[in-house]
């Protein structure tokens, strides 16, 4: 299957400052990289999802980039708020299932 | 309410002891798939399924099985549960996960959280 590597696996911020969580993957026929955050004790949940037909997106605080070059891509979050403390957890299609990376802890400093 | 009803949400078993976790989902999903999360290891998949009588190993299917007789249901089985299948398992359910179409939202159930003594 699909090997997605992700970075950091821990990541503390300070609230207001930016977080970045990158991950790669192995596959180049992959061509949809969801997001999903995953509070303590509760579901992981789509935050943000790109297509590799786009290089970026973005949703209020959260944006995504997309090097499909690289094999890589990366969740941005600006102005982090204890609310975004949280795992997160990158993933790639590889034909019918979603492979994971290992996750972030992501921790915002108050 | 959409959702992905997972039962139980949490079990202490012993080394042997047969146990289905049941998982239900109320939006017609075609997919449904289950997850195992540990610490360290991210979620990894353990089956999925397309739809109704087609099912497909994931990357850890070793000691588990499921079937999918019905579109709503997909329930998972340890025939003869280990102490390295304690773990916090997620059902998830999605319209349709194919990569090349229409991909949808993978919506988890709440987890169960099994520990196998």
């Known amino acids: 299957g699909e090997n997605v590597e992700q970075h950091p696996s821990t990541l503390s911020v300070q609230e207001g400052d930016s977080a970045v969580i990158k991950c790669t993957y192995s596959d180049s026929a992959s061509n949809y990289f969801p997001w999903y955050k995953q509070e303590l004790g509760k579901r992981p949940q789509l935050i943000i999802d790109i297509r590799s037909n786009v290089g970026e997106k973005k949703d209020q605080r959260i944006a995504v980039t997309l090097n499909k070059t690289a094999k890589h891509f990366s969740l941005h979050i600006t102005e982090t708020q204890p609310e975004d403390s949280a795992v997160y957890f990158c993933?790639?299609?590889?034909?019918?299932?979603?492979?994971f990376g290992a996750g972030t802890t992501v921790t915002v400093r108050a | 309410e959409a959702q992905v009803t997972q039962n139980p949400r949490y079990l202490i078993t012993v080394t042997g002891k047969k146990l289905t976790v049941t998982c239900s989902q109320n939006m017609n999903h075609e997919y449904m798939s289950w997850y195992r999360q540990d610490p360290g290891l991210g979620l990894r998949q353990i089956y999925y399924?397309?739809?109704?009588?087609?099912?497909d190993k994931g990357d850890v299917p070793e000691g588990y099985k499921v079937s999918r007789k019905e579109k709503r249901n997909f329930p998972l089985i340890l025939e003869s549960p280990s102490p390295n299948q304690t773990s916090l398992y997620f059902c998830?359910?999605?319209?349709?996960?194919?990569?090349?179409?229409?991909?949808?939202?993978?919506?988890f159930g709440e987890g169960s959280r099994l520990t196998v003594l």
């Open positions: 998830a359910s999605s319209p349709r996960l194919v990569r090349g179409f229409n991909t949808g939202e993978l919506f």
């Open positions: 399924s397309m739809n109704v009588e087609v099912t």
């Open positions: 993933a790639t299609l590889d034909d019918y299932k979603l492979s």
